[in-house]
């Protein structure tokens, strides 16, 4: 049986006003056409902490919403679309699945106002619905999985311009453990310069005395000791010579900024450092 975000029937749970893709792509709150999968969690009613995720394979595929049609992978492509504008309550996101009570649990999935606009989506292979969390960003949920789908500038730029060098940084960021460790920051360093990957490895040579608090006590790369549920990575701009990325952190209940910056090196964008909220950089703190 496949779970909620994916059901064969005929009706909308949600009425609202029926209209064709092409038709919602230009209203006064249109629905960008392209979107990319951004990050797969496993969702808030499954029991304990499910450890199969197949749809993280989805993560960087992009889906396209055309007049009659979706693009996209697997079931997300599909014939015969048609969209309908919904508010959607705490009660009724993800097809009313969210464990009571559904506000907390809501909150718990970065989601900071109720109700939440968004659209459902009936095509040949079902019914979707897109719950629009904030005007760059759509959650969905399918086969208990929760997928963020994104249209930020960083999303949409080429896969090796700053911008989307840090798109896929951070890709891989959110979908492993964000604890700033050797093991964890494998899987980064191929984007980082050389000078900041051999300042990191300085920093975890260096002994930790027991006693004491860390100069890094948290996730750099996302600002925060308790993780966010989303990001944004906006365009790049020259300062100072280096290229900046600013990148914007969000849950429920905040928003931290974080500009990244970049460096070409060896013939790529490479992340040279990170400019924090408080006005430190990673270099300071790693040194």
Same mark, same amino acid.
Not at 73 to 80: A, F
Not at 139 to 151: E, G, I, K, P, R
């Given at each position: ?5 994916? *059901? ?5 749970? %949600? +009425? %609202?006003?029926?209209?064709? +893709? ?20 496993? %969702? ?20 396209? *919403?055309?007049? /009659? ?11 015969? @679309?048609?969209?309908?504008?919904? !508010? ?8 009313? !699945?969210?464990?009571?009570? @559904? &506000? ?13 606009? /968004? +659209?459902?989506?009936?095509c040949?292979?079902? $019914? ?5 969390? #904030? ?21 949409? @730029?080429?896969? #090796? ?8 940084? =951070?890709? %891989? ?9 050797p093991? !964890? ?6 984007? *980082?310069s050389?000078a ?8 975890f040579?260096?002994? @930790? &005395? ?5 100069? $890094? ?6 600002d ?26 969000s ?7 974080? $500009? ?21 950089? =990673? ?5």
């Amino acid at each position: 049986m496949k779970g909620p975000g994916f *059901f064969r029937v005929a009706t909308f749970a %949600a +009425v %609202a006003c029926l209209t064709s +893709v092409a038709a919602i792509a230009g209203g006064p709150d249109a629905l960008p056409p392209e979107w990319r999968i951004t990050r797969v969690i496993s %969702a808030p009613w499954v029991p304990g902490e499910s450890p199969r995720m197949p749809l993280q394979a989805w993560v960087g595929k992009v889906v396209i *919403f055309k007049a /009659g049609s979706v693009e996209g992978p697997g079931v997300l492509r599909c014939g015969h @679309a048609v969209l309908e504008t919904a !508010n959607f309550s705490a009660e009724s996101l993800f097809q009313g !699945n969210l464990p009571a009570p @559904a &506000p907390q649990a809501a909150q718990a999935l970065g989601i900071p106002h109720l109700p939440v606009a /968004g +659209v459902s989506l009936s095509c040949d292979t079902g $019914i979707f619905e897109f719950h629009r969390v #904030d005007s760059e960003t759509l959650l969905l949920a399918l086969d208990n999985q929760v997928l963020t789908l994104s249209h930020s500038p960083g999303t949409l @730029a080429s896969a #090796d311009s700053p911008e989307g060098r840090v798109q896929r940084l =951070l890709e %891989a960021h959110f979908g492993g453990d964000m604890g700033f460790t050797p093991a !964890n920051l494998k899987g980064q360093r191929r984007w *980082f310069s050389r000078a900041l990957d051999e300042a990191v490895m300085r920093y975890f040579a260096r002994p @930790a &005395p027991a006693d004491e608090v860390p100069a $890094i006590d948290g996730d750099p790369f996302t600002d925060s000791q308790e993780y966010p549920r989303r990001f944004s990575v906006g365009s790049a701009r020259m300062a100072d010579g280096k290229t900046g990325v600013p990148v914007r952190f969000s849950d429920a209940f905040r928003e931290r900024p974080v $500009i990244y910056v970049m460096k070409r090196e060896g013939g790529a964008w490479q992340l040279y450092d990170l400019r924090l909220a408080s006005g430190e950089t =990673l270099r300071d703190l790693l040194d």
